[in-house]
Every structure is written in C-alpha cells, then in structure tokens.
C-alpha cells in the first residue's frame, strides 16, 4: 500500500510542474520535428529510384570490322538490355572521355583488341570500363557489362569443367534473370524517412532522461529532509525506491505515448505493425535508465554529480548508437553496440521497416538481458550501500 | 510504566565513540528533555531511537519493542518531529499530512477526520488548502509537527522544533506540546533553549561527548550546582585592575564581565560580600545594582559541559 501512496503523489507532484510538460512531451515534438526536416538528406532514402537508359560509348580497338567483337556488339543490341542501355560506337578513347566529360556519355567501354578470339579459345573475358559523371548510370551500366562478362566467363569455366552438355541445359534458367534490378536491403521492401529515424532516435534519448526525473526526485527528498521524516516511518527503503519507480514509469510512458502520439499526427510518423513490441520496448528501455539512474544516485553524493553523470551517459549513448545521426564504420560505431540505444534504436527501426520477429528477437534478448543485469545491480548495491540521508 | 529503554547503547562512527554507554528509561506519559552542546550525541541517539541508525551495541526498547528487531513496529508507535522541515514545497499543507498520514497507514474517513484534527491542533485548519512556500516560519513548524502527531503515536521526539521562530509561534508549539502529552503522548524534546526546557520538561538528560552526564528533574539537577551561587553587579568604570584584583579573591571561584555588569562566582556569596563591595570601592567602581542569582538549568548545563566553543 505504501508502495501505491508513494507512487500516486510521485505522480502528481511531477504532473503539478508546468516545466515537466515543456521539457518531456514539447521539448522531444519540436527536437524530432527540427532535426527531420533538416537532416533529412543524411538519414534514409525519400521516393523511389528509377533507372535511366545510360548512353554508353563503346570503343573497339581492333582495326577493322571483321576484327570488332561480335559478342559484345549482339549483346549490346539485344533486348535484354535495351532498357538500360543506349549503344554508340566511338572511334578512339579520347572522343570517349572527352564525351563522358561533357556529359554526351554516361558511361564508356573499352573493348581490347582480339576479344573475341581470345573468348574462343578459351581465355577470360575483360573489358575496360571507364565511369561517368553520375552514381546511378555508373551502377546500371556497371551491373550490365559486369553480368556480360559473368556469364562469357562463367560459360568458359562450364564447358571446360563440365563438358558442352552441362552449358546447354544452365543457358535458359540464366536468359530469365533481368540485367538489373532495383532492390532493398532490408527484408519488408520499405525504406524509413528522416523523420522516422529521429523520432525513434529522440523517443530513447527522452525515455533515457526518465532516470534523471529519479535521481533528481529522490535527491529532493534528501535536500527536502522528507528523506529523513519517511525513514522514520514504517516504510521500508525498497517501497520508496519502487514507488518512485512506478511513479516515474507511469509519466514516463505517458511521454512516450504523447511523442509517438504526436509525431504519427503532425509529421506522419510511421511506427510500424508492432505496436505491442514497439510497447515492450519502450518499457525495457525505462527500466533500464531508471535502474542505471537508481545505481548512480546510491554512488552519488551530490544531486549535481548524479544528474552530470546521468546526462554525460545518456548524451554519450545515443550519439555512440548513431542517434544523433548515422555513424560512418569506425570504432565509434562498434563502440555503440555496448549501448542501450544502439539495440534500442535497431530495433524500432526494424520495425518500422516490418522485418520479421526473428530479426527483432536478438535486441529482445539483449536488452531483457541489460534489465536484468542493472536491476541485480541495484538489489545488490541497495543490500550493500543502503540509501541514506 | 516505562515506554523507552536505552541499555548500554553504543554507536561508532569510524572508531570514534559518538555514543557511549547510554542508558536512559523514559517513562510513560513524561515530557523528557535532552540538553547537551553541538556535537553532544543528542541527534545521533533520537536516530537510533526511530530506527534510522543502527547501533553498534546495546538495546533500545520502545514499548517493549526492540528497534533492532522490529523497526518497522517501533516506527509506527513513533512520531519524529525533524529539526529542518521536512515538507513537500508543491502540494498543499493539508496534502502534506495526508501524504504522511497514508504512509503511517490511515485510510479513509480516519484519514479525513486526523487530517482535519492535526491542522486544527496546530491552528492551521484556515490554512489547509495553501502551500507551504507561502507560510511564516513559525507556520512551517507547526505543519512540520502536524504531520508527525496525525497517527497519535506513543511516542513523539521533537527535535529543536521551536529553531528561528517569532515568540508567538513558539508560544503555540509549546502549549501545543504540553497539550499532546495531557491527551497521552510520551514525548523526547531536545533544544538549545533552557527555559523551554525547564518550562516544559518534567526530566531532562544532559549529554556531552556521548555520555548521559546528568539526568533527572529540574529541581534534582539545580541541587547539583547549588554549591555555587552567582552574584550580579551592575557598575559603571569597570577597570581591568578591578577584574583582575576580584580574579585573585580566593573564595571567588570565577568573574566574567557582561556588558556593564560583572558576574562572580563562589561558594557562598554572604561572607564575601563585604569584601567584594571594598574592591569596588578600591577600583572606584560605582555599583548601580547589586542581586545574588539561584543557580538554574543553564548554570549546570554550563558547569557541566564546560565553556569553552563548540562547533
């Protein structure tokens, strides 16, 4: 019952402060609002791709036409690839470049001389390609010379090993496959917004900030003295400790429903189809910042060590997990898979990308594993230290 | 029938002994008072007593309960009144004793009904549904003992609740505490006021370094220094050769100079007399008033505890 009674005026005291609802429900709406609308080049992929027709300049050096690679010249006109790629033949290198750098070409191939002869009897196939001015044309010729090249290549490789026969029988499977195809990496198909990714990102960096609302509450009981009054009453030390919790926990959840809430209404937030897990989460991340909070307040002399402590992690955490904005490979990256915002943020992200639960379970484990391990923490470090006045 | 028992309790606190050896019985139904300098042991022993320090060794009983054993059972039957005030800034005073009072297990209409009870005894009921931050001192006070008697415990300790308040609040706090032990309840006052304490108390303990150097009843602990008595004189042109020549007087066991007056100490002021008023005289040193002082509770808490600064 004590528990109940702590919990319920925890709540109202923090519910009565004017600067609460500035600082966790305004605060993270306008954080998320700015950072998506002008970071929105750095994070995720707004619309969707298209593949232009390249104009690609070929340059065959053999001398003469009955010398030029027959191969490569039916390759070019066939319709497979007729879609991607639009065929000019060129003299000499240096009209190539020289139209690559005007922009006339988007791509060049360089045929060597005795291409096809050297196919014939049996050598590797190779082509010297020279990329333009644009990422995506060199990628769509890039994948349609490189897949030519793969198949000479890996028909040589048949023929030699498993006879004519075995060649045959592989070549119509291979006429299915499309030259180029656009994909996604992740598994549901979709791409998640700037917005998406801060919203995610800003929702841990407040949930985090929910053990600062402990530490400072539980430290104006002790410079309130109302530390000491409750001590001396019939109420055991953990019934604070989890009533504060709870209470704390309660508002804590009502921010977190207010920004996902809020975000959804105003900028089109999409939080993914788990919204149970998405619940799941936010809780595990609660427990462990109010948990984490509880074991620096008992370490903790001060009110302002422990909030500058507090704040140092939780700052440190979301930009080490790429919260702040996605880290390029690097220690700094590897360093974030020791945070809680790192499996966090992974996971809230899968699911607004609708990856399966297989690939959200790891950072279930994970993160009930992290919980686990700062509540033991604090039961062992409460029977040990104790907190006092 | 005694309701505290202090046996042989002792607390360290880094080897060093803050309490020593303390015994103390506190009978049911008396305002007990505990005196002694800063640094005395006083906060540390009404700690052990609410179950907020463990002792090292010894027991304390609280009804028949050992603190040790059953802290959560002694601290129902207890009422700590804290020496800061321990109130909540943001809710309202009649907030504060309900919050207090649910955490000592009220409920309901009892709750309601103590609540009301505990405001109206420390006059303020108009008050209730203000916060404390708009109160006078002597208001935060009273509210910071309204939450501690709301569950009418056994026993209340008040810890220097009458601390930088105006004479009229201070007035009501000790009717008020004269007023809960006629309805029943023991009570622990400490202050560094001894005329509280000598108005109030009807025993009072003096500590100093941890140990109980005293205890008994006002008139008990004035026997001890009736031995010494203290006379006042008032005179104008005190001369530093007055002072010295009545320092050398050897039945005159102290002088101190306050303001335009010399206080002497000695062991009977009626054969001295004489003598005193010639070294005056000597000193021409013109007396205005001349009175002999009954040793009180301040003259024994001074000879007892020394006068030299405490910090």
Known sequence: MNIWTIMTYELRRQLRSRTWLLNMILLPVVLIFLLGASLSGVVGVEGAETVNQVKVAIVDTAAAAPAKSAALDAFVKSDEVKDYISPFEVQTREEAESGLRTGKYGYAV?????????????????????????????????????????????????????????????????????????????????????????????????????????????????????????????????????????????????????????????????????????????????????????????????????????????????????GMAPLPDSWVNSVGAFTINHWELQAIIRMMLHSGFGQILPNLLVMSAMCLVLIGGVVFTYRKVGYHE | ?????????????????????????????????????????????????????????????????????????????????????????????????????????????????????????????????????????GMKRRLNIACAIMHRPKLIIMDEPTVGIDPQSRNHILESVKALNRLGSTIIYTSHYMEEVAAICDRVAIMDKGHIIACGTEKELRERVAHEEKIVVKATNITPGLISELGKHPRINRVEVVEDAVELYLPSSQSELQDILFIFSRHEGSIVSLHIEEPDLETLFLSLTGRTLRD
């Open chain 1, 110 to 322: 360089i045929v060597p001389q005795g291409f096809d002869s050297e196919i014939q009897s049996g050598g590797q196939a190779e082509l010297e390609l020279i990329l333009g001015k644009n990422h995506s044309d060199n990628t769509t010729a890039g994948t349609v010379f490189d897949n030519f090249l793969s198949e000479i290549n890996y028909k040589q490789a048949a023929a030699m090993t498993l006879g004519p026969e075995a060649l045959t029988a592989a070549i119509p499977a291979m006429a299915d496959q499309p030259a180029v195809q656009l994909g996604n990496l992740n598994n549901g198909g979709k791409t998640y917004t700037a917005s998406q990714f801060y919203a995610a990102s800003m929702l841990l960096m407040f949930l985090l900030y929910s053990g600062l609302t402990v530490t400072s509450s539980l430290f104006s009981e002790k410079d309130n003295h109302t530390l000491f009054r409750i001590h001396s009453m019939p109420v055991k030390g953990s019934q604070l400790f989890i009533g504060k919790m709870l209470g704390v926990g309660v508002i804590t959840m009502l921010q977190c429903a207010a920004i996902i809430i809020f975000t959804n209404l105003l900028f089109g937030v999409y939080w993914g189809n788990r919204p149970w897990l998405l619940i799941l989460f936010c809780l595990l991340m609660i427990i462990a910042s109010m948990t984490f909070s509880i074991l620096v307040c008992m370490f903790s002399k001060t009110s302002a060590t422990a909030t500058n402590i507090v704040n140092i992690v939780t700052v440190g955490m979301t930009f080490l997990s790429g």
């Open chain 2, 1 to 137: 029938m005694t309701l505290a028992v202090l046996s042989d309790v002792v607390k360290r606190y880094d080897q060093k002994l803050t309490v020593d050896h303390v015994n103390v019985n506190i009978e049911e139904g008396e305002i007990f008072g505990l005196l002694g300098p800063n640094g005395a042991g006083k906060s540390t022993t009404i700690s052990m007593i609410c179950g907020l320090l463990k002792y090292d060794s010894g027991e304390i009983r609280i009804d028949g309960i050992s603190v040790k054993e059953h802290p959560i059972e002694v601290k129902r039957r207890i009422g700590l009144v804290p020496q800061d005030l321990a109130l909540y800034a943001n809710m309202t005073a009649a907030e504060n004793v309900r919050f207090f009072g649910k955490l000592y297990g009220l409920r309901g209409s009892l709750l309601k009904e103590r609540t009301e009870e505990a405001l109206a005894f420390t006059g303020l009921s108009d008050r209730a549904k203000e916060k404390p931050s708009t109160f006078s001192g």
